[in-house]
């Protein structure tokens, strides 16, 4: 019904700075909220950002200052942009939504990750 698509991660010198991307497709009627997320090798998934249909924010201590969370609603896309990343950002990043679909039923999915890795 709704696939969610993250791009944008690969390898990132902690100087860098680096815009993941993640696009929602499917029978959509609306987007409530969508948020970022990662999961380290041996950790548990860590919730970093979250952004409201209208543009309220949320953001995790640990990214606070450093990440911004945006979205385009027209294209059912959130952004994370990372600056100044540091080792310990690398994991795997995933977006969710919140969706209101066509069928008037309302569920939350989730993307299949797109890695970052913080390396000089």
């Known amino acids: 019904q709704v696939q969610l698509v993250e791009s944008g991660g690969g390898l990132v010198q902690p100087a860098g700075s680096l815009r993941l991307s993640c696009v929602a497709s499917?029978?959509?009627?609306?987007?409530?909220?969508m948020g970022w997320h990662r999961q380290a090798p041996g950790k548990q998934r860590e919730s970093l950002a979250r952004?409201?249909?209208?543009?309220?924010?949320y953001y995790a201590d640990s990214i606070k200052g450093r990440f911004a969370i945006s979205r385009d609603n027209a294209k059912n896309t959130v952004f994370l942009q990372m600056n100044s990343p540091r080792a310990e950002d690398t994991a795997v990043y995933y977006c969710?939504?919140?969706?209101?679909?066509?069928?008037?039923?309302?569920?939350?999915?989730w993307g299949h990750g797109t890695q970052v890795t913080v390396s000089s």
């Open positions: 499917g029978t959509i009627f609306r987007i409530y909220s």
């Open positions: 969710d939504a919140d969706v209101h679909l066509l069928n008037g039923s309302r569920n939350n999915y």
């Open positions: 952004v409201t249909s209208v543009g309220s924010t």
